[in-house]
């Protein structure tokens, strides 16, 4: 079965420094991987998506992530973070139709 | 295009009562998802209906149950509400391919 790891219920940083927000994927089959940021009281925005094309994905606000294969990752980057940033992060990860399992999710915050 | 919209946003109940929460998907999109999101346990995802059958089903009691209409909106129940239900109901549309357009969701709070 399909699943997710964040690892990391919260992160810190300065902003300007860099981002990197951690997620570990299991599937059987070749997986589609998603990030998603959610806003307070708001629904989940798709930053970027993995669909076996480029490993290296780029996304939307600065953000991107790297599919690597061999270590069953996907994290997510961003160089300089902005204190706009601050919100949770969910990983996903679907490997048929739309069956898609959620990290637990990692909570960023920017400080000034 | 106009997004996911959910309605109502906020919903307050009792327990034993029951709720029915909407979902208009964008337009084309025929595949609708249920997420709940609570503190505890993150989002789970509680089932899918594409074309107006329930394609997959999470790991929920039969409280929880859906539809979907012809036009592809959806509908979710829940039966005898517990306390533990409250939670943030999220819908997401898509047209198939896996990737998802979530609404703002419905937090419901049952007391």
């Known amino acids: 079965a399909q699943s997710v790891t964040q690892l990391g219920s919260h992160v810190s940083v300065s902003e300007g420094a860099l981002v990197l927000l951690r997620c570990n994927y299991s599937s059987s089959v070749p997986p589609y991987l998603f990030w998603y940021v959610q806003y307070p009281n708001q629904g989940l925005q798709l930053l970027l998506k993995y669909t076996s094309a480029a490993t290296l994905v780029k996304g939307i606000n600065g953000f991107e992530a790297e599919f690597k294969k061999s270590e069953t990752s996907f994290h997510l980057t961003k160089p300089s973070a902005h204190m706009s940033d601050a919100a949770e992060y969910f990983c996903?990860?679907?490997?048929?139709?739309?069956?898609?399992?959620f990290g637990a999710g990692t909570r960023l915050t920017v400080k000034p | 295009k106009a997004g996911v919209t959910q309605t109502p946003r906020y919903l307050i109940k009792t327990r034993g009562q029951q709720v029915t929460l909407s979902c208009s998907p964008i337009?084309?999109?025929?595949?609708v998802s249920w997420y709940q999101q609570t503190p505890g346990q993150g989002l789970q995802f509680l089932f899918e209906y594409f074309s107006e059958t329930q394609r997959n089903k999470g790991n929920f009691p039969g409280r929880f149950s859906g539809r979907q209409f012809s036009n592809s909106r959806s509908e979710m129940n829940v039966s005898t509400l517990e306390l533990g239900d409250s939670a943030l109901y999220l819908c997401a549309s898509s047209l198939g391919d896996r990737e998802q357009f979530f609404g703002p969701g419905t937090r419901l709070t049952v007391l």
């Open positions: 996903a990860v679907s490997d048929r139709n739309n069956d898609m399992r």
């Open positions: 337009s084309g999109h025929r595949s």
